[in-house]
């Protein structure tokens, strides 16, 4: 049990260091009253970090194979806990995406992606060498779409189109074949129209419009982005300072405490502080990605790639939507947005990661 | 090497990342510092106009004006005191009023930035055109102008076009999926309620950068409004209009329509309102009236929300049932000598008839020989052709709130009252007296099923664009061709014969068949009724009026159906 010491603390630090950056971000973004943030949101937050660290405590006590074998388990609990949400789930911004336990509402979904990625770890890491054949794929793909269609129907988009991706990395580094993959892409993409015109919701589809072409809805959401790309653009190279952003403290940010919170960083932190943040996200990607390079137990690696391309992509697409290079979508900046499940969730990332690590076969 | 080809993916993800920072904060950081700068962006919104509603002949009954709205954007004021001042002497409105108007509108932090809070609405052009030229002595004030619902013929019309208002919170919440949002002006009532979906224009707006100022200098983005949908009624607007003027200032409800296919020629409620009063922030005095009005209820739709025991006019159901279960022929008599006695009741006639057969009892409204007829057929069966012939439940029409009125029966007053049914019940309702409640627009339907030949047609106001589809499954009421012209018969004389009751009602040159009704209420005096058809033999126009404690149904409601039925022939081409 004495294994404190392969915990890999450089990870560890850049992961409080983000945290304690995005304190910051979130006191100046709650530092003007307005009527949909709460002023107490900072001290919110580190109670839920506090939170978030003890459940990362207990995740490092127990062995991650027993997380891979009880994998579908989770899932199933996972699925249920969805299927829950959209009966009796509460609604927020027009989205269902929350359960309330007592006085806490989570959000499923969040967590949805992590079992996704522990089911399929655990299935493509039991079936290594037999991921050529096509019918291998059909279980893989089940596992993914399950979650996800019941996540598109709550409604929300971005959290169902990042399972994509995953599943993709996953099968590649599971040894599937090019080919297979490439033509399930073009599968996808020629079902598309059929999805747009049956799955998206009204307001889903104009947020897409308007990624292509940000002119069609200048009042409504072609605004928030404008104003999103004024904060960060007029930020230029040193930023207008901590609490004096003007884009920011004059209330234009819709949501700059949890979506859009780049924004803030953008406009008072300017370049430089945006590279910073940039540069430490893209340090714990490798730094997970290096331990996929380490370890040699083939679902180990598996579990830590579908964890590092969720994260990478999570931080991608957040920092892309703010700057108006992704369509908005709704997901949260890894442990910088406000909201204690997104919170909890990338801490239990990093505690798995930390986890294989820890127990990995050192040759 | 997999692996690899992986990380050199997420390697590539965040150099665009990179790459978008340095184009946005370095290449482009100069143009957004400058926009951030007192924020320069403004939103100009442009509402959509709603549909234009047109009568049957394309005169329009519902249109857009411009209505010019003062705000002012705080953030660009200097003195708010003294700029409410300057707008309270040139708007000639109270300062106190505008102040307080200002403070309940904006709270600071709580509206969007550089959003005009609208202080005046509806004000006048030259007002507007000042109040844009003074604009730099001004700073702040805007002036927007906005499409605004008009009603071309006013009450004439409120009942049947609705009015508009901005969106209760409780709408709000069910329409939020559709689209709706926050202050959009949606159908409070009438069908600019019940097609407001089709009526409502898609607002536009645009997205400007002004300078420091607050003129514009560059359009970032635009949408165009777009116009909703129109809708072609099939009213005739002259016609609705002489009803209506007939009507008021009677308490009543009178409609006309194509007994053939259910369209409606005219719909008229009296006493009505201005439909303008719910835009008109100047009619508010107005609207407090219309709502408060005990007396007068001018909101309420008579002829379809408007419930009224039917009187005689329901015998037409009594007549129908007791021939179509042959308990009587058309040469059954009964004598009338003024009273009727069942059990230790006594059932009363307005007069002496002697022996009277159906024709006979239909043309002097005779009650015995209606008791009788109902004793005979029973409870059931008159019930049953009272629901076959459409009472008791909703006509159909597009118009929000309508009333089903009521077919009591057995059950309901076991259920009801506790109570038996006695024979009692049958021969009050076999008159039409007791629980019976019908709508006007439900007995105009009524009426058409006789002057059609047996069909229940769907009263309906619009074709294009509406719920109706040219024909439609009409429903076919077990009633046979020979009960029907007795009927009619009976109600040709009603009008023609000797002792009709409705002879008010004739026209040289026009065959009218027709039914009065006086029905008696709990206070004051009677109920008059009054519908029918013409013309006889190949029927154009049905008709249901009902004037609240009119007295007779032979003598008002029968004087408007004749003067209506005048101006038919005279200047529309319905009987054509």
């Known amino acids: 049990m004495n294994k404190l010491k392969d915990i890999d603390y450089v990870l560890l630090t850049v992961v409080l260091i983000i945290f304690a950056a995005g304190i910051l971000f979130l006191f100046s973004a709650s530092y003007q009253k307005s009527k949909d943030i709460d002023r107490n949101l900072t001290l919110f937050q580190v109670m839920w970090m506090v939170i978030a660290l003890g459940i990362g405590a207990v995740i490092l006590m127990i062995d991650y194979n027993r997380f891979i074998s009880s994998a579908y388990l989770i899932y199933g609990l996972i699925i249920l806990s969805l299927f829950i949400v959209l009966g009796f789930g509460i609604e927020k911004l027009g989205a269902q995406r929350w359960l309330r336990i007592g006085d806490m509402s989570i959000q499923p979904s969040e967590f949805a992606k992590i079992a996704i990625v522990l089911a399929l770890a655990r299935y493509l890491g039991y079936n290594t060498g037999r991921m050529e054949k096509w019918t291998s794929l059909i279980i893989p793909i089940i596992i993914t779409i399950v979650p996800m269609v019941l996540i598109l129907a709550q409604p929300d988009l971005g959290t169902a189109l990042i399972f994509l991706p995953i599943l993709f990395s996953m099968l590649y580094i599971s040894g599937a074949k090019i080919k297979h993959l490439a033509t399930l892409i073009l599968i996808g993409l020629a079902a598309s129209p059929f999805m747009w015109h049956y799955l998206l919701k009204p307001y889903q589809k104009k947020r897409l419009l308007v990624f292509i072409d940000p002119n069609s809805d200048p009042v409504g959401a072609g605004y928030t982005i404008m104003q999103s790309k004024i904060a960060i653009g007029s930020g230029r190279l040193f930023g207008k300072g901590w609490l004096s952003g003007t884009q920011n403290q004059l209330n234009f940010l819709p949501e700059r405490h949890t979506d859009f919170i780049f924004s803030v960083v953008g406009e008072e932190w300017g370049y430089l502080g945006c590279m910073v943040i940039v540069l430490l996200y893209l340090f714990l990607i490798i730094r997970g990605m290096n331990i996929a390079y380490s370890t040699a137990d083939r679902t180990a690696r598996l579990l830590v790639v579908g964890l590092v391309t969720l994260l990478s992509l999570q931080t991608f697409i957040n920092i892309g939507m703010t700057m108006g290079i992704m369509p908005v979508v709704g997901l949260p900046l890894p442990l910088i947005s406000y909201g204690g499940s997104s919170l909890v969730s990338t801490m239990v990332i990093i505690a798995l990661l930390l986890n294989v690590r820890m127990r990995r076969m050192i040759f | ?576």
């Open chain 2, 1 to 576: 090497m997999r692996l690899k080809a992986l990380t050199i993916i997420i390697f590539s993800l965040f150099f665009i990342l990179m790459i978008g920072l340095w184009r946005t904060q370095i290449a482009r950081g100069y143009y957004y510092h400058r926009l951030s700068e007192k924020n320069r962006l403004r939103i100009v919104p442009i509402n959509g106009p709603r549909g234009i509603v047109y009568d049957r002949r394309g005169e329009i009954l519902a249109d857009n004006r411009l209505s010019f709205d003062v705000g002012i954007v705080p953030q660009e004021v200097k003195d708010i005191n003294k700029t409410l001042k300057a707008l309270a002497k040139i708007l000639n409105i109270p300062y106190t009023s505008l102040n307080s108007s200002f403070n309940n509108k904006y709270k600071k932090g709580r509206s969007l930035p550089f959003a005009p809070v609208v202080l005046a609405k509806g004000v006048s052009k030259d007002n507007a055109i000042i109040l844009e030229e003074d604009r730099l002595n001004l700073p702040g004030v805007v002036v927007q102008a906005n499409p605004v619902r008009t009603y071309l013929y006013g009450k004439d019309t409120a009942h049947l076009t609705g009015y508009v208002g901005e969106i209760h919170e409780g709408q709000l919440k069910k329409l939020k999926e559709y689209g709706y949002k926050v202050k959009d002006i949606v159908g409070h009532s009438g069908i600019e309620m019940s097609f407001d979906n089709t009526l409502r224009g898609k607002d536009g707006g645009m997205l400007v950068e002004v300078d420091n100022r607050g003129r514009q200098i560059k359009v970032i983005g635009s949408r165009e409004p777009v116009k909703g949908g129109d809708l072609h009624l099939t009213v005739d607007i002259r016609l609705q209009k002489f009803l209506s003027e007939l009507l008021h200032p009677r308490h009543g409800g009178a409609v006309f329509m194509d007994p053939n296919n259910g369209d409606i020629f005219a719909l008229v409620s009296s006493p009505s309102f201005n439909p303008d009063i719910f835009m008109d922030p100047g009619k508010r005095d107005e609207l407090n009236i219309a709502l408060n009005d005990k007396y007068n209820l001018p909101l309420l739709n008579r002829s379809v929300m408007g419930v009224y025991p039917p009187g005689s006019i329901f015998k037409i159901i009594t007549a129908a049932s007791g021939l179509q279960m042959k308990k009587i022929t058309p040469k059954t008599t009964f004598h009338c000598d003024g009273q009727f006695h069942i059990g230790s009741g006594t059932f009363a006639c307005p007069s002496t008839h002697g022996n009277e057969d159906i024709r006979g009892a239909l043309e002097d409204s005779c009650n015995i020989f209606f008791y009788n007829t109902g004793l005979k057929t029973g409870v059931d069966g008159i019930a049953r052709y009272a629901l076959d012939f459409g009472l008791g439940e909703l006509t159909g029409i597009e118009l929000p709130g309508e009333a089903s009125g009521h077919v009591p029966d057995r059950m309901w007053k076991r259920l009801k009252m506790g109570e038996n049914w006695y024979p009692g019940d049958t021969a009050n309702l076999s008159i039409g007296q007791g629980a019976m409640l019908v709508t006007p627009l439900q007995v105009v339907r009524m009426v058409s099923v006789i002057a059609n030949g047996g069909y229940l047609v769907t009263p309906h106001l619009t074709k294009e664009g509406g719920r109706y589809k040219e024909n439609p499954n009409i429903k076919k009421v077990n009633i046979s061709d020979e009960v029907i012209k007795i009927i009619k018969d009976g109600m040709r004389r009603v009008v023609e014969g000797y002792d009709g009751t409705g002879r008010r009602a004739r026209i040289d040159g026009l065959s009218i068949a027709a039914k009065t009704g006086t029905a008696e209420v709990s206070s004051g005096a009677s109920h008059a009724w009054f519908c029918g058809f013409a013309p006889l033999d190949n029927p154009k126009v049905a008709f249901a009026i009902v004037l609240e404690h009119g007295g007779k149904g032979g003598e008002g409601a029968a004087d408007i159906a004749r003067e209506t039925l005048e101006f038919i022939r005279r200047d529309t081409d319905i009987l054509r």
